[in-house]
């Protein structure tokens, strides 16, 4: 299992860039996972697309920018 990072654009809103923290599987490269995810700018569930798969128990972490 890796860790990593991904920012995600909200779509309703592309100026809302937010990180999210994933634990995908070792070599699942080629593969694609989606996961939906809560905006903290504007308070809409969106969904991410994720180059890899996720590990079965997985949890986000998330925050806005400035606090990173």
């Not at 994933?22 to 080629?30: F, I, M, N, Y």
């Not at 996720?54 to 986000?60: A, E, K, Y």
């Amino acid at each position: 299992m890796k860790k990593v990072t991904h920012t995600v654009v909200c779509p309703y809103n592309k100026d809302h860039k937010f990180p999210v923290v994933l634990e995908l599987k070792d070599e699942s490269k080629g593969t694609k996972s989606s996961i939906d995810t809560f905006c903290p700018f504007c308070d809409k569930i969106v969904r991410v697309e994720i180059e890899g798969e996720l590990s079965p128990d997985t949890v986000i972490m998330r925050g806005k920018e400035e606090y990173l």
